[in-house]
């Protein structure tokens, strides 16, 4: 054997050996069997790593969710999703198109306390900008590095966002947001109501939208930032604006703690315009005493006064105990249960029906009353919605008040105005029903056709009686008490109310609840207009002003400015054929 051929068989011999020591086989093609197995079995082991790497990655994240569950509310309350900061409120319009609430675009101001690097700095930096800050509240905020969300200042202008940029601090951003802004302000603020920093309807349509679903939908998250489908209300905002202004004007001039007024329509019953005061601008409530967030037309009750004898005398008219031709003798006052009932200006003699309306008898109407009976009188204010809980779109609706027991006494006091507190509203409700055919509409913020009120209207009286009720009006508004509130061309008739006001639980002569109750035209009514103002005083500063110089010529105004954007074409004459009237 050479030399080369001795290498060659060391070397093949070698080889071989190698193979033997590492897989411990033999050289049959075992040791290449061996080899795989060690392969699977790492492969085996590196998709248990994955599988075990997984596991503690979800197992990481449930335990983060589960945190976050047990977390405290401030931390993670106010954390929204984007498109539930953005949601959208529809648009509030008038019954001709014209806004009344609208959402806008703005920012908030947010911070993530756990990133912010000194507290200190970045509050002073703050308080640049925004020079109200609350600098204690705001430091605590911001100083807790537990928290990782904190609101600091919600709906900024974009010069503040701007400026707060220009800062640079870290660990401050910025959230969409929507802000209500309403155009007119004050003028329809307790019709249209208000919301809260969050968006939130609080009273008036904006509450009764939310009431309608908005605020379910909200809360399972399935609102967004698109645009709504705009709610029309049956509100005429120029006739709002008038009414806004006379019912301003009298506050000043009489000096008076509040006043009000509404507008209905007596075929459909849509309220056209309707105010209170004191009043609030809905885009800053808070700016506002809580006197003036209380509605007095719809949620404040009070005695009506005399203007409860129309209700009265069209309840006799109705049951056919009088007629217009019938008279009642009021020359002697009624004494009853200790109480002395008289005549404010008696006459002293037998009167009329229509007499008893117009010099307003206390006598008379007491006497009337007396003849129809207690029960009978109860039943009747029940019928006209006198005495129980109004139904209507507005959240703010108070439930009157009346005798526990009805006694005699009781029925004739009410009869001209005293014992029942009742909404202004509800009593220009029930006057609705005496003027256009007898008939109880249900009132509405929402537009309505003459149809749907037909389908939800109540014959409460006659036509008959309604038709004598409308020749009362007239006498009165031609002759009597409200002779101020007549506006030529309008033919307005109407009844005063002057309710003495109850202090420490007794009536004081010197402080006056005043109503005036009004329809136009009276030979076909198609608005009744109520106003009302509370502890009016005279311009003499001798005491308080009577309904007929407050109340009425307020009508008056409301009926002068707005009868002709309503429609209603004056007539002149005595058949109201003349075109043109001399001044």
Same mark, same amino acid.
């Given at each position: 054997?050479?030399?080369?051929?001795?290498?060659?068989?060391?070397?093949?011999?070698?080889?071989?050996?190698?193979?033997?020591?590492?897989?411990?086989?033999?050289?049959?093609?075992?040791?290449?069997?061996?080899?795989?197995?060690?392969?699977?079995?790492?492969?085996?082991?590196?998709?248990?790593?994955?599988?075990?790497?997984?596991?503690?990655?979800?197992?990481?994240?449930?335990?983060?969710?589960?945190?976050?569950?047990?977390?405290?509310?401030?931390?993670?309350?106010?954390?929204?999703?984007?498109? @539930?900061?953005?949601?959208? @409120?529809?648009?509030?319009?008038?019954?001709?198109?014209?806004?009344?609430?609208?959402?806008?675009?703005?920012?908030?101001?947010?911070?993530?306390?756990?990133?912010?690097?000194?507290?200190?700095?970045?509050?002073?930096?703050?308080?640049?900008?925004?020079?109200?800050?609350?600098?204690?509240?705001?430091?605590?905020?911001?100083?807790?590095?537990?928290?990782?969300?904190?609101?600091?200042?919600?709906?900024?202008?974009?010069?503040?966002?701007?400026?707060?940029?220009?800062?640079?601090?870290?660990?401050?951003?910025? @959230?969409?947001? $929507?802000?209500?802004?309403?155009?007119?302000?004050?003028?329809?603020?307790?019709?249209?109501?208000?919301?809260?920093?969050?968006?939130?309807?609080?009273?008036?349509?904006?509450?009764?939208?939310?009431?309608?679903?908005?605020?379910?939908?909200?809360?399972?998250?399935?609102?967004?930032?698109?645009?709504?489908?705009?709610?029309?209300?049956?509100?005429?905002?120029?006739?709002?604006?008038?009414?806004?202004?006379?019912?301003?004007?009298?506050?000043?001039?009489?000096?008076?703690?509040?006043?009000?007024?509404?507008?209905?329509?007596?075929?459909?019953?849509?309220?056209?315009?309707?105010?209170?005061?004191?009043?609030?601008?809905?885009?800053?409530?808070?700016?506002?005493? !809580?006197?003036?967030?209380?509605?007095?037309?719809?949620?404040?009750?009070?005695?009506?006064?005399?203007?409860?004898?129309?209700?009265?005398?069209?309840?006799?008219?109705?049951?056919?105990?009088?007629?217009?031709?019938?008279?009642?003798?009021?020359?002697?006052?009624?004494?009853?249960?200790?109480?002395?009932?008289?005549?404010?200006?008696?006459?002293?003699?037998?009167?009329?029906?229509?007499?008893?309306?117009?010099?307003?008898?206390?006598?008379?109407?007491?006497?009337?009353?007396?003849?129809?009976?207690?029960?009978?009188?109860?039943?009747?204010?029940?019928?006209?919605?006198?005495?129980?809980?109004?139904?209507?779109?507005?959240?703010?609706?108070?439930?009157?008040?009346?005798?526990?027991?009805?006694?005699?006494?009781?029925?004739?006091?009410?009869?001209?105005?005293?014992?029942?507190?009742?909404?202004?509203? !509800?009593?220009?409700?029930?006057?609705?029903?005496?003027?256009?055919?007898?008939?109880?509409?249900?009132?509405?913020?929402?537009?309505?056709?003459?149809?749907?009120?037909?389908?939800?209207?109540?014959?409460?009286? !006659?036509?008959?009686?309604?038709?004598?009720?409308?020749?009362?009006?007239?006498?009165?508004?031609?002759?009597?008490?409200?002779?101020?509130?007549?506006?030529?061309?309008?033919?307005?008739?109407?009844?005063?109310?002057?309710?003495? $006001?109850?202090?420490?639980?007794?009536?004081?002569?010197?402080?006056?609840?005043?109503?005036?109750?009004?329809?136009?035209?009276?030979?076909?009514?198609?608005?009744?207009?109520?106003?009302?103002?509370?502890?009016?005083?005279?311009?003499?500063?001798?005491?308080?002003?009577?309904?007929?110089?407050?109340?009425?010529?307020?009508?008056?105004?409301?009926?002068? @400015?707005?009868?002709?954007?309503?429609?209603?074409?004056?007539?002149?004459?005595?058949?109201?054929?003349?075109?043109?009237?001399?001044?």
């Amino acid at each position: 054997m050479t030399f080369l051929s001795r290498i060659m068989l060391l070397k093949s011999r070698a080889h071989f050996s190698t193979d033997v020591q590492r897989g411990g086989t033999t050289m049959n093609g075992v040791a290449f069997k061996g080899t795989g197995k060690r392969k699977t079995e790492m492969a085996r082991r590196r998709v248990g790593l994955m599988i075990a790497g997984f596991t503690a990655v979800y197992a990481v994240i449930g335990g983060r969710l589960v945190q976050y569950g047990y977390a405290q509310p401030e931390v993670t309350s106010s954390i929204l999703p984007a498109d @539930r900061l953005m949601a959208s @409120r529809p648009d509030i319009l008038d019954r001709n198109g014209e806004v009344l609430a609208t959402d806008i675009r703005t920012v908030s101001l947010f911070a993530e306390p756990h990133k912010i690097v000194d507290p200190d700095e970045a509050v002073e930096k703050l308080a640049t900008v925004l020079t109200d800050l609350d600098i204690k509240g705001t430091y605590k905020k911001l100083s807790n590095p537990q928290s990782h969300f904190q609101w600091l200042r919600r709906q900024l202008t974009p010069k503040q966002q701007s400026q707060i940029l220009a800062l640079g601090i870290p660990g401050i951003g910025f @959230r969409p947001e $929507k802000r209500r802004f309403y155009p007119g302000g004050s003028t329809a603020s307790h019709i249209v109501g208000y919301v809260n920093i969050d968006n939130h309807g609080m009273s008036g349509m904006e509450k009764y939208i939310d009431n309608q679903g908005l605020a379910d939908l909200r809360d399972l998250g399935m609102t967004s930032d698109g645009p709504l489908e705009p709610v029309k209300l049956s509100i005429d905002l120029r006739v709002q604006n008038i009414l806004h202004d006379v019912v301003s004007e009298a506050i000043t001039k009489f000096e008076a703690l509040g006043a009000g007024g509404v507008v209905l329509d007596t075929h459909t019953g849509e309220v056209l315009a309707m105010v209170s005061m004191p009043d609030f601008d809905p885009n800053n409530p808070a700016a506002s005493a !809580q006197e003036g967030w209380l509605n007095r037309m719809s949620n404040g009750t009070f005695e009506m006064g005399s203007t409860f004898k129309s209700f009265t005398l069209a309840m006799g008219l109705d049951e056919g105990k009088v007629t217009l031709n019938d008279t009642v003798d009021a020359r002697y006052p009624i004494r009853i249960g200790g109480f002395t009932i008289q005549d404010f200006h008696g006459k002293h003699r037998v009167l009329t029906v229509p007499e008893i309306f117009q010099y307003s008898s206390n006598i008379g109407t007491a006497k009337i009353a007396d003849m129809v009976g207690t029960e009978a009188h109860k039943a009747f204010l029940a019928k006209l919605g006198l005495t129980t809980r109004m139904k209507t779109e507005l959240p703010e609706v108070a439930m009157p008040s009346q005798p526990r027991e009805w006694k005699k006494i009781s029925s004739i006091t009410i009869s001209f105005g005293h014992g029942v507190s009742t909404t202004p509203l !509800q009593t220009a409700v029930a006057g609705v029903a005496l003027v256009n055919g007898g008939k109880l509409v249900p009132p509405t913020f929402l537009p309505r056709t003459q149809e749907e009120a037909d389908q939800v209207a109540t014959q409460v009286i !006659q036509p008959s009686t309604s038709k004598d009720m409308r020749y009362l009006f007239l006498v009165n508004g031609v002759k009597g008490s409200g002779r101020n509130a007549r506006v030529d061309g309008f033919n307005v008739g109407g009844k005063t109310g002057t309710a003495d $006001k109850v202090v420490n639980g007794r009536y004081v002569g010197d402080k006056n609840f005043n109503a005036f109750l009004a329809a136009f035209p009276i030979d076909n009514p198609r608005y009744v207009v109520l106003t009302v103002i509370d502890e009016p005083k005279t311009d003499k500063g001798n005491g308080a002003a009577l309904a007929g110089t407050s109340a009425a010529p307020m009508a008056g105004d409301v009926i002068r @400015r707005s009868a002709a954007i309503l429609g209603v074409e004056p007539k002149f004459g005595e058949d109201g054929s003349a075109l043109l009237v001399s001044y």
